[in-house]
Structures are given as structure tokens and as C-alpha cells.
């Protein structure tokens, strides 16, 4: 009866350590997922840093003048900022704003450019 007892014990802390190992294996997927995302938010932080360096850059006096110098200039600018933002992969929609768009188009920001030229 002894044995059996403990061949029953092996068995079960076999099941165990496949039930861990299972377990282990969701956790490295997981791990790598987030490593992923990790990396991917990484490189779209630099590129808008990148991107908001050279805007506050192209418009040094813009806070530094008064509101109603705000013109059709100013605003072809930010559409111009905008699209090639979109062109370089990014969402500029509200839905998405700042977001890779992994290369496919997107329908708001699409939409919202147009209006902006329009
Ligand atoms: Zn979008």
C-alpha cells in the first residue's frame, strides 16, 4: 500500500509540473508580447520627440506673437505637419492620435486630413 501511495504521489507532482510548465510557457509568450510593444513604443516615443523638436523648432515665435496673427499660413502649416505625420505612419485621427499605423490607412485620419484641406 506504501508504494502505491507513492507512485500515486510521482504522478500527481508529474501532472503538476506539467500544469507549471504550461503555465511557464503562457508567461514567456506574454514576457515576449510585451518586450514587442515595449520595443515599438519605444521607437514611436524618439520619432515624436524627433517630430515635436523640429515643429517647436520651425516655429520659434509663435507663442511670442499676439492671437490674431493666427492666419491661413499657420493653419496650411499644421495640416502640412499633419500629413506628412500620416505619411511617415502615424495616426493624427483623435481616435489614434501619435499611434504607429502598423502600414495600413486609417478612415479618420483620412477623413480628418481632408477636412483640414478642404
Ligand atoms: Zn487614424
Given at each position: 500500500m506504501k508504494d502505491r501511495n507513492f507512485l500515486d504521489t510521482v504522478m500527481e507532482f508529474e501532472q503538476q509540473l506539467e500544469v507549471m510548465q504550461e503555465q511557464f510557457s503562457t508567461l514567456k509568450q506574454f514576457v515576449a508580447h510585451m518586450m514587442e510593444?515595449?520595443?515599438?513604443?519605444?521607437?514611436?516615443?524618439?520619432?515624436?520627440?524627433?517630430?515635436?523638436e523640429e515643429v517647436l523648432s520651425t516655429q520659434p515665435e509663435a507663442e511670442a506673437q499676439s492671437g490674431e496673427q493666427v492666419s491661413a499660413v499657420d493653419i496650411g502649416e499644421g495640416y502640412d505637419n499633419l500629413a506628412r505625420l500620416y505619411h511617415e505612419g502615424f495616426h493624427v485621427c483623435h481616435v489614434h492620435f501619435g499611434g504607429s499605423r502598423k502600414g495600413e490607412d486609417c478612415l479618420f485620419c483620412l477623413s480628418f486630413l481632408n477636412k483640414q484641406n478642404g
Open positions: 510593444e515595449h520595443q515599438s513604443l519605444q521607437t514611436e516615443n524618439l520619432h515624436l520627440r524627433k517630430r515635436l
